[in-house]
């Protein structure tokens, strides 16, 4: 992608987030959006949480504060807008196609919400039990 497609790609990402449940989950390779499957935060020390709408400044400024982790095999850039809250939360993702192993992953990082690709929606991940 040239810069002019890539910024862009950001801006149509900001503007996917202005939406209660909105995302994204892109391919920092090649700027492809990721469409099967199911995307789970694997990097809670990458997450970024706004209270605000956020701008393709935001999100630039994201990429480049998190390059290191968009490195690294199978991840991609995610963003999402919880629907319970409006906060928008960008972050470092991996996508599996096993619901069970997307769970278990999302549950292990504390994650609120896995995105199921076939459905177009968040999953819910179910707070640990208390023993």
Not at 94 to 116: H, N
Request: proline letters at 5%; charged letters at 20%; a negative charge.
């Amino acid at each position: 992608m040239t810069l002019i497609d890539w910024s862009a790609r950001i801006s149509a990402m900001a503007d996917a987030l202005s939406v209660l449940d909105g995302g994204f989950s892109v391919d920092p390779r090649d700027g492809s959006d990721v469409r099967c499957g199911y995307a789970v935060a694997v990097h809670p020390e990458h997450e970024c949480v706004y209270e605000r709408r956020v701008t393709s400044s935001d999100i630039h400024e994201y990429v480049s504060a998190v390059k290191g982790a968009l490195s690294l095999p199978g991840r991609v850039l995610g963003g999402w807008c919880d629907p319970m809250t409006g906060r928008v939360y960008l972050d470092v993702s991996v996508v599996t196609a096993d619901l069970s192993e997307a769970i278990t992953l999302a549950a292990e990082t504390g994650q609120l919400a896995i995105f199921d690709f076939a459905a177009m929606t968040s999953i819910p991940v179910p707070a640990p039990s208390v023993a």
